[in-house]
Every structure is written in C-alpha cells, then in structure tokens.
C-alpha cells in the first residue's frame, strides 16, 4: 500500500525537509498540501512535482478530500496547540515539527486532543536522526559510562533566517527579523524556544527518563531593547544526580552542519564510569572511562531505514501498530517541555523554578 501524507501549515520551512522524506519514502506519497499562503507552498509544488488538484488553502477541504494516514504540521511554535485540535478531529496520526510546543500547558492540550482520536502523535527532533547522538544513547542506556549523572549542552547556529529547507544558505535582509515569527515572542520565538528543546528532550533520552528537581536560567534579552526574543540563553538543572547545562545561541559564527563553531554544538554526557562527547554530525563518539580516561573513538554508523528519519519512523510504527519512542515520544518530550517551560519562567522572573 502507499502511504498517504499531507503537509499543513508552512510557518516553519522544515516542512520542505520533511516533504523531501516522504516524496523519497518507496511506500508513500504526498496526497495534499495545504497553507493558508500559496506562495509558501510554490518551492514544494516545484520540487516535488506536486499536481494542482492535491494544494489546498483551507484545512477542511484538504482532509476530506485527500484522507490522509499521516500529517506533517509545520506551524510556528506557539500554534502547535491550535493545530493539532484543528486536525486531529480528522483521524490522521500527526507529526509535528520541533519544539513540542510553546508552553507546558499546550503540550498537554496536543496529547489530549490525540487522545481522543487514539491516533499517534510524534514530535520531531531533527538531532535525534544524528548517528553521533544516536550511538551516544545506544552507549548510555548500555551502561558504558555507568550511570549517567549529567548532561552538558551548547547547540544553535547563524540564526534561524540564514538558511532554509535542505539547509540551503541565503542572506536575510534587513527587515527580515521584524517581520519573522522566529522574533515574535507571542508565536513562540527566540534561540531559548527554538533550540533548547533538543537538548533538555535528547538529554531525558539520554538519562534514561529522568526528571530535574529545580531549574535556573538566564537570557541575553533586554527589556525595551531592540528584540523581544533571545539569541542566547544558559539554562541550568539540577537532578538527583548532579547538575546539567544547557546552551542556546544564534549568532554563531558558523552552522555546525558546515564547520563546527567554538563552543562546538552537540552533547558531553558524564556518568559515575566515564563521558560522551557527541558532537552534531560526526561519523563517531569519543568515550572515556577509569580504565581508559585519554579516551577511545566509537564509530557511530549512519541509522538504516527505517530507523534514519522521522516520517519513514512513523509510518513503520503505523505499520506495525507500535507506539513512538525515543525523543520523538510525547512521553519523553513532555519532559523536556516542563524543563524549556521552567528555563523561561526562570529568565523572566530572575528566580530558580522548582519543579
């Protein structure tokens, strides 16, 4: 059988990426996409050969009409709520697009909307397809390191207009910041919002599931200044077990995708035996223990289909009747979205949030 995908809401140019993988998935096919904004569509239709009949600019007639098995929702962080009630009365599974959400509080509604549906839900991670992050957890939840008591974080990049889908560069202009909702603060913008995601989720993958017992967090957001949003926040938790950090930032210098920036973005996980370094896009992990602390390459192989993207995941959990797991899970998102939820309460109040 083909599985039938459409794409809905284009606010996040990810929804290129994602439509790449489903137009290259041997067993399915773009039934519909659907933006409230034709121009935002033209690059897909033109790409992926995308007939008339299947673009759509009202959400309705584009689930009646093309029933689709699974919808991609790429809209701007603060509507994945609204998104997802508008569609899951539809009977499609669903798969956003990072970050879970905008608040805690959304995210719960998103769960609950699936609920009702019994349909499945996943957020997409795009790190969590890395094979640097993907042999770091086959590494922890293994024991290599003992157990894992911290996990330090620094990711981001030149900032969210400097690039598009398939990472093709281009030059934002000048006006662009002012018109973005990656700036707006009531869509969900800023690096904090944008990036921190990935590393308090993959982190909670990382540890096993675990939950911090309070967070603190600061920005480089100044009131009245010439942004509402962040490009750069610090946030840090503390477990049982110790504390970990996480770093967000736009700005850098350059994309970690194309030359690594200084501090290099990716993970360092401790545990009671050793430490991980997983650095974003690398082919290996160095791992060092007691026995071996100048430390050992681990190579990190590319993940096999259908194992090595999200949409060709969750159409074989479609398949064979599984529920999402890893970073993907609302389960292990959720997590992350209570620690993203405190970080921010955090930095606007100048207090530590306890959860």
Request: a negative charge; proline letters at 6%.
């Amino acid at each position: 059988m083909k599985w039938k995908v459409a794409g809905i809401n284009f606010d996040h140019f990810h929804m290129g990426d994602l439509l790449r993988r489903v137009h290259a998935h041997p067993d399915a096919e773009i039934v519909a996409i659907c933006d409230e904004k034709p121009e935002r569509m033209e690059e897909a239709i033109r790409k992926f050969s995308i007939p008339s009949d299947r673009v759509y600019s009202e959400v309705e007639p584009c689930l009646v009409e093309s029933r689709p098995d699974l919808v991609i929702l790429c809209p701007a962080a603060a509507r994945h709520a609204e998104w997802v009630e508008k569609v899951a009365p539809f009977g499609s599974a669903i798969l956003v697009e990072k970050p879970f959400a905008s608040s805690l509080a959304e995210a719960e509604r998103m769960i609950a909307a699936m609920a009702k549906t019994g349909k499945l839900l996943a957020i997409n991670w795009p790190l969590a397809w890395l094979a640097s992050h993907v042999k770091c957890h086959e590494l922890c939840r293994s024991g290599a390191i003992g157990e894992v008591l911290e996990v330090h974080y620094h990711d981001g990049n030149r900032g969210p207009l400097w690039h598009g889908a398939d990472k093709i560069e281009r030059e934002p202009g000048d006006a662009e910041k002012a018109t973005s909702w990656f700036y707006r603060e009531a869509e969900g913008g800023g690096s904090l919002q944008d990036y921190l995601g990935y590393g308090t989720t993959l982190a909670t993958w990382f540890n096993g599931g675990q939950r911090p017992l309070e967070v603190v967090a600061l920005w480089d957001r100044v009131e009245g200044g010439a942004l509402e949003v962040d490009e750069h926040s610090v946030t840090v938790a503390r477990y049982e077990t110790g504390l970990s950090k996480f770093e967000t930032r736009w700005g850098t210098l350059s994309d970690p995708w194309t030359e690594q920036p200084e501090p290099r973005c990716g993970f360092v996980v401790r545990g009671s035996e050793g430490t991980l370094s997983s650095w974003d896009y690398d082919d290996h992990v160095t791992l060092r223990t007691r026995q071996n602390p100048e430390g050992k390459r681990i190579e990190a192989p590319k993940p096999v289909f259908p194992h090595d993207n999200p949409v060709a995941y969750v159409l074989d959990c479609l398949e064979h009747g599984r529920e999402i797991e890893g970073p993907l899970s609302p389960v292990v998102s959720l997590i992350g979205q209570e620690i993203v939820d405190a970080a921010a309460e955090s930095a606007r109040t100048g207090r530590a949030v306890v959860l």
